[in-house]
């Protein structure tokens, strides 16, 4: 009798030790247990820690709850200002609801991955170049946006998307610095353009003042002699004064009035000598001979 009720325990205990092995699970903690009982899904969601199932009837399903960082691989696209451009980028997620995931797709890594591409093409062709190189916080809002709303379907929360590379033709590149060489030298023209405005302006202030001043201009002049001594070379500077070039000028005769060119071969007509008045009233009276001089008047 006795022999049978310990042949009794032991199987009994044997056979506890078995289930506790066959039902034991331990759901790590950044992991979520879903639960299937012959195929329906139990109502709740086991946490972290050691939890026990029924062997044989229940199935139990381990979901990560971490961030996934999944990359897009790079796809092909024509913008909307037609330019052919490679783009890459890379997709953060995670699960905010594990029995959706499970039950609402079949494989929500996959999904997303797939969701990401179509949604990368889409943003490609409804944005311009300019907009894919210097505009991609708004882009990647969108395309965050795009992957979300069918993604909470599945128990899946886009955490952030980020647009990584952006590839272009090498015409395109040699194009775009073509354009920016442009640009700079623009700029570098205008900012010459601009400062040699303010110099003539602050020339025209000095004359002005050197004007007034006509000692100011003979101590520029020496100033100027100073600084080419200063430099050691053989440049001879000899100063001239302007007042006798003006001086000069106002001197100069006018040309005179030119007459009519003679005819060839035509001797060239004597130039009338001038009479003095006295000579003139002379040949007027019919008096032959020089005339008198006038007498001296002591």
Do not use: C
Not at 100 to 111: G, I, K, L, T, W
Not at 147 to 156: C, E, K, N, R
Not at 221 to 235: C, D, G, P
Not at 270 to 293: F, K, M, R, V
């Amino acid at each position: 009798m006795v022999e049978a009720l310990v042949a009794t325990a032991v199987a009994v205990g044997s056979a506890g030790i078995v289930y506790v092995m066959a039902a034991a699970r331990v759901v790590k903690q950044y992991e979520r247990g879903v639960v299937f009982r012959l195929g329906k899904l139990r109502g709740s969601v086991r946490g972290p820690g050691f939890t026990l199932i029924l062997p044989f009837a229940d199935r139990l399903h381990k979901v990560n709850m971490q961030i996934v960082t999944m990359p897009v691989p790079a796809q092909d696209g024509i913008t909307r200002d037609n330019v052919t451009v490679r783009v890459d980028a890379v997709i953060y997620f995670k699960v905010v609801d594990p029995a959706d995931a499970v039950v609402q797709v079949e494989d929500y890594r996959f999904a997303v991955s797939q969701m990401a591409q179509t949604s990368l093409r889409s943003i490609i062709g409804k944005s311009d170049l300019d907009d894919l190189l210097s505009n991609r916080e708004k882009l990647n809002q969108g395309l965050e946006l795009m992957i979300d709303s069918p993604a909470m379907g599945w128990g899946v929360q886009i955490d952030r998307v980020e647009i990584k590379d952006v590839s272009l033709p090498e015409t395109m590149k040699r194009s775009m610095a073509r354009q920016a060489e442009a640009d700079r030298e623009r700029r570098a023209r205008v900012i010459n353009a601009d400062a040699e405005l303010q110099a003539s302006k602050k020339l025209a202030e000095a004359a002005g003042v050197m004007s007034q001043q006509p000692a100011a201009l003979q101590l520029r002049l020496l100033q100027t002699v100073v600084a080419v001594a200063a430099e050691k070379n053989s440049t001879l500077v000899l100063p001239f004064p302007v007042e006798l070039l003006r001086f000069l000028e106002r001197a100069a005769p006018l040309p005179a009035a030119e007459g009519p060119a003679p005819a060839a071969g035509a001797p060239a007509a004597e130039a009338p000598t001038p009479e003095a008045p006295g000579a003139q009233a002379h040949s007027e009276l019919g008096i032959e001979g020089p005339p008198a001089e006038p007498p001296s008047i002591p």
